[in-house]
T-cell receptor, first 115, second 113 residues
Framework: EAQVTQNPRYLITVTGKKLTVTCSQNMNHEYMSWYRQDPGLGLRQIYYSMNVEVTDKGDVPEGYKVSRKEKRNFPLILESPSPNQTSLYFC??????????????FGSGTQLSVL | QQQVKQSPQSLIVQKGGISIINCAYENTAFDYFPWYQQFPGKGPALLIAIRPDVSEKKEGRFTISFNKSAKQFSLHIMDSQPGDSATYFCAATINQAGTALIFGKGTTLSVSS
């Protein structure tokens, strides 16, 4: 089954403790992206990657890192999480990132709470 | 200028009624306008999309109406069903590789039976 898999589904951590949210897709997509979803703010892009070793900042990249060493994986790293990073995070992928007529596939989300 | 403004924030519709969600944009370079549907506990999923060369696109009970001169587009859900209860996001982007989708803030639709 074609899918984007994120782990963990839920995560509670404390301020400053480094964490990684994993994302993997099995559709051989070139484009992958991370979004955060906050009440009243919708979906905002954090980082995206057009292909292996190619990453770029989205609208809200502060406090986050990403890497794209393999085509299928795109982990999101919070090196020193803060409470304002408490949010629902989504990983997404698409074939080429060309957007027009191209479906963006989302994972099921990671609910992160930073205490 | 990169914003997409979506309204209403929430919507309650009776079963069988018409649900209408509106979006407006400023950037005239936007040329692709998708709608995503999100059920609780799930990620958003593409529902329907339109390019600005047409004024309307229909897929089943879902229709996008597009008004290029007003820089507005809307989603109409005909014969709304309880199973349509979800959060709906409009989005806009420029048809160019790597350009991010700009999402509206979402509309939570509840269809009462």
């Amino acid at each position: 089954e074609a899918q984007v898999t994120q782990n963990p589904r839920y995560l509670i951590t404390v301020t400053g403790k480094k964490l990684t949210v994993t994302c993997s897709q099995n559709m051989n997509h070139e484009y992958m992206s991370w979004y955060r979803q906050d009440p009243g703010l919708g979906l905002r892009q954090i980082y995206y990657s057009m292909n292996v070793e190619v990453t770029d900042k989205g609208d809200v990249p502060e406090g986050y890192k990403v890497s794209r060493k393999e085509k299928r994986n795109f982990p999101l790293i919070l090196e020193s999480p803060s409470p304002n990073q408490t949010s629902l995070y989504f990983c997404a992928s698409s074939l080429t990132g060309g957007t027009a007529n191209e479906k963006l596939f989302f994972g099921s989300g990671t609910q992160l709470s930073v205490l | 200028q990169q914003q997409v403004k979506q309204s209403p924030q929430s919507l309650i519709v009776q079963k069988g009624g018409i649900s209408i969600i509106n979006c407006a944009y400023e950037n005239t370079a936007f040329d692709y306008f998708p709608w995503y549907q999100q059920f609780p506990g799930k990620g958003p999923a593409l529902l329907i999309a339109i390019r600005p060369d047409v004024s309307e696109k229909k897929e089943g009970r879902f229709t996008i109406s597009f008004n290029k001169s007003a820089k507005q587009f809307s989603l109409h859900i005909m014969d709304s069903q309880p199973g349509d209860s979800a959060t709906y996001f409009c989005a806009a982007t420029i048809n160019q590789a790597g350009t991010a989708l700009i999402f509206g803030k979402g509309t939570t639709l509840s269809v009462s039976s």
